[in-house]
Each structure stands twice: as C-alpha cells, then as structure tokens.
C-alpha cells in the first residue's frame, strides 16, 4: 500500500505529461493547418471567381459604336489590329495614328502597303513607335508620344482579350488620360465555346495570370522593367519620316 502510495504522484506527473503538454501542442498544430488549409481554399476561390469575372468581361466586350477621340493608337501584334486602326483614322475617329511597338525591321514603306494605307494618309498622320518590346513598354511609349502632342482623349486598338491589361498599364503610365478601348474581335468568344478550345483557354488562361502580375506590379511597384528597347528620354518621340 505504501509501494502505490508513493508512485501515486509520478503516475501522476507522468500523465500531467502526457495530457497536458503533448495534446496543446498537437491542437496548435491542427489549427495551423486547418487555417492554412481554409486560406487555400479561399484564396483558390477569389482567384477562379476573378478568372470568370475576367473572362465574362473579354467576351462581352465590344467596340464603341461612334468611336471619336484626340488621337488612336494600336498597339502592334498583327496586321489585323492595324488595319482596323487605319480604318479608324480614315473615317475621322481620330485625328493622328500612334503604331505601337513595331518591329524594328519594319519599314514605313512595307507597313503601308502590308495595309494598303494611301500614301497621302500614312505620311500625314500616322507615327511609327519601335521602341516598345511589351505591353509596359507600350504604355511608356504612348504616352510620351500623347504628351509631346497635347492630346486628352485616345482610342486603344488591340485584341479584346488583349485589352485589359493594356489599358491598366496605359492608366498607369497617365491616371489622367482618357483612354477608349476598341477591342479587336478576332472571334466571337461569346458564343463561341472558347473553354472546350485548349488553345482559346490556354490564351485566357496566360492573360489572366498576366493580369494579376500587372495588377500586383502597379499596386506595389516591384519587378517592373521598362519595357524598351532603347533608354532614350521620354522627351523623345515615335519616328514620323
């Protein structure tokens, strides 16, 4: 009895252990998960609901019927985008035609005729920019060339799926411009079943990813290149002659 009476208090100890230090530990531990575990989901969820919102918002998206403003500017990646460009210009949409980001090889002259642009037309009123290699960098050179000409008001040719992240960048580069989109419609995404396509999805997909990383870019100013070929100042301007 007395055996027992003393192993009483380390039995004890032993289960105080055991009980009361061991579980708490465990329980943070699956706390940590469990919260980890709903941040996941969470987090998975807002990034879908953004991906259908983004989606919902491309496939709806439409010219403007009476486009009018300062000046257009197209921001190169086929000669489609730039003949609705031309388009615009020859029916007095604009005043003076920005081509954004063309290839350096390009010539006027090949550019012209690839669009079947008068000659009277393209050497009046349309610039030529060869300094941008991307989307930032067509933002930079936009807008040094919209302020070197005193316009408020400009018309944003590029593709519909295309254009979100355009404009966010455009908006960046000068919060107070006014800038139009005029979406170029290569295929009608609305009625089209664009999600059982793998090439639409995996397009929509790549721009929706570039989307937040311009979003997370312009919001907290990190990772974020210049976007031209040159280091020119943004007193210069796009070639004209």
Known sequence: MEQMTRDTPQTAATQQQAGGVNPPRRSVLRR???????????????????FLRFADSVTTLRPPVDPKADAIVVLTGGYQRIDQAIELLRSGAGNRLLISGAYPASTRKQIAKATQTPADLFACCVDIGYDAIDTI???????RWIHAKGYKSVLVVTNNYHMPRSIAELRHADPQMDFIPYPVVN????????FTDP???????SEYAKVLLTGGRNLFGFARPAGLRSRESDDSEPQKD
Do not use: Q
């Open 32 to 50: 940590i998960l469990r919260w980890t575990g709903f941040a996941v989901i969470l987090a998975g969820a807002i990034v879908f609901g953004g």
């Open 199 to 205: 090439n639409a999805l995996r397009t929509m997909l």
């Open 187 to 194: 295929s009608d995404l609305k009625t089209k079943a664009w």
């Open 137 to 143: 960098g067509n933002a930079s050179e936009t807008v």
